[in-house]
């Protein structure tokens, strides 16, 4: 699983979002049991995330909001855009901090090889 860190009011997660969203209808294209998995962390709650998902189209992301910031305390987080690799017995196996493009050639060879040894 990808987790990502992110807000609506963060210019490099909202720059993130459209790799984020390709790389999960890549992973669903592909069968694979991986899942990108966006927590937003905006205090005005899962309607303001509601109307950005709804803006920029990205509907068949998951949708979460953890206005509070517990889950973000939880992975000490030290700035958004964060992204986490979490392996299938729930441990983190890696860890992005600032925007990346997931839907590009280098993100595509490291989940290959990750793919590779499970």
């Avoid at 927590?39 to 303001?48: F, H, M």
């Avoid at 990346?100 to 990750?114: M, Q, S, T, V, Y």
Wanted: positive net charge; aromatic residues 10%.
């Amino acid at each position: 699983m990808l987790l990502n860190f992110w807000a609506t009011w963060c210019i490099p997660c909202v720059k993130e979002m459209p790799a984020l969203l390709k790389l999960s209808q890549r992973w669903q294209a592909e069968g694979r049991a991986a899942a990108v998995l966006p927590i937003s962390l905006d205090r005005a709650g899962l309607a303001k995330v509601q109307e950005f998902y709804a803006q920029h189209g990205l509907s068949s992301l998951p949708l979460r909001n953890d206005k509070g910031g517990a889950a973000g305390r939880a992975f000490a987080l030290r700035g958004l855009p964060t992204s986490i690799l979490i392996d299938a017995k729930g441990r983190e196996i890696g860890r992005f901090e600032g925007d990346a493009p997931w839907d590009g050639p280098e993100a595509a060879a490291l989940f290959k090889a990750l793919f590779s040894e499970t």
